[in-house]
């Protein structure tokens, strides 16, 4: 029986904050001792180039990944929406949960709110963010404002507003909420996801082990939600029906209910540099496939 277990975590305060609250879970259920190594990402040495400009997939997973193949560890804990949906091979999910709250928050310097509509900031104003799938919303709820890119981990992101360099940003609440951040001095608005759609499994943590590893395997299985693994799979499934990543502009909602699936969905149009008018869909029923299958029809005819 091994008596030690190795989590591997990116550095930043939030990968962190994940990777201790895995922790001191693992610690519970299997009364061993668990450290964390520290693993950077290419995502995280390259913090000034735009997501949907970089080369490849994976920028915040692949160097943990090649860590958990090469037994330096023997857990990665990802946010679930960094997460590729098709695992390499030797690799599984062993566990999805830990959801927080999936909204967007749009934070403004107090002097460039307007008004309370869906997207509340003054026309002219420079608004933050690198995602492509923000970028589209943003676009189509208030086209007056300029949307410029923001890279960095969240407290940096923050910082940025607050230096002026920004007159808002958009940015996980889960993030902030996780961190616990003072953001008293500035307007903060969670913005409702059925209008603005968050990233698939945002809030959701994802826990990968080797495929092989039946002890660990037996150890992690026991921190698995049903309910956060059921929404993964409805957010995550449209998600690889695209055989994409987290560059795509996608915003995926679900709700489950006693007796059925709700899955409302965005997909962003570029003609070159300028976003168009995005494709919106929301399907019903019981069936999961199904429901996948025609959200996918009805965002790609």
Known sequence: MRGHIVIGSRGSDLALYQAHLIQSHLAAVSKRDISIKIIKTAGDRI??????????????????EDSLLSGEIDVAVHS???LMTTQPAGLK???????VDRRELLMICRDFRAGDGAFPVKAGAVVGTSAARRKAQVAALNPNVQIVDLRGNVPTRIKRLREGKYDAIVIAAAGVERLKLDVSELEVIYLDPETFLPAPAQGILGIQIRSDDREIESIVSQLNDPRAELEARLERGLLAMFDSG?????????????NSYRLKAV?????????LTPRRIEVTGTDVEQILAEAYRGLTN
């Open 246 to 258: 987290c560059s795509l502009p996608l915003g995926v909602l679900t709700e489950i209910s006693e």
């Open 93 to 99: 999910l062993g566990a999805v949960g830990f959801r």
């Open 267 to 275: 997909l962003g149009v570029r003609n070159g540099t300028e976003w």
């Open 80 to 82: 679930l929406k960094d």
């Open 47 to 64: 913090d000034s180039t735009p997501f949907d400009q970089m080369e490849g997939k994976g920028f915040f997973t692949k160097e943990l």
